[in-house]
Nanobody, 121 residues
Framework: QVQLVESGGGLVQAGDSLRLSCAASGRTSSTYTTAWFRQAPGKERRFVAAIRWSDTSTFYTDSVKGRFTISRDNAKNTVYLQMNSLKPEDTAIYYC??????????????WGQGTQVTVSS
C-alpha cells in the first residue's frame, strides 16, 4: 500500500502562484503513474495532470495547460504541481493519486487526503 500526503494549499489572489506537494511512502515502487485531481464545491472530482515515473512524460487537462506544471523528485518520492496564473475557477480541494498502470486515466488506487486551494478574485 502507498500512502500519499498533500501539502502546499492555501488562500491566494487571482494571478498568484502556489506549489502543491505530494509525498509518497510505503510501497512506492508499485506506483507507475501519479496524478492530481481536484474537486470544486458541489462538483465531481476531475483530472488535472499526471506524470509517469518511468519517463517523466506528462499530461494535462486543457484548462490548466500552460499554467500548471507537474514534476517529480525521485529521491524524495514527491510529486509537485506548480500552479501559476491562478484563477478563481481553480478553487478546489486538490488530491494526489497513485496508480500502478501506465494510463494517465488510471485506475488510481491510492489517494491522499486533499489540500484546499482557494483563489480570490
Amino acid at each position: 500500500q502507498v500512502q500519499l500526503v498533500e501539502s502546499g494549499g492555501g488562500l491566494v489572489q487571482a494571478g498568484d502562484s502556489l506549489r502543491l506537494s505530494c509525498a509518497a511512502s510505503g510501497r512506492t515502487s508499485s506506483t507507475y503513474t501519479t496524478a492530481w485531481f481536484r474537486q470544486a464545491p458541489g462538483k465531481e472530482r476531475r483530472f488535472v495532470a499526471a506524470i509517469r515515473w518511468s519517463d517523466t512524460s506528462t499530461f494535462y487537462t486543457d484548462s490548466v495547460k500552460g499554467r500548471f506544471t507537474i514534476s517529480r523528485d525521485n529521491a524524495k518520492n514527491t510529486v509537485y504541481l506548480q500552479m501559476n496564473s491562478l484563477k478563481p475557477e481553480d478553487t478546489a480541494i486538490y488530491y494526489c493519486a497513485g496508480g500502478r498502470g501506465s494510463s494517465y486515466w488510471g485506475p488510481y488506487d491510492s489517494w491522499g487526503q486533499g489540500t484546499q486551494v482557494t483563489v480570490s478574485s
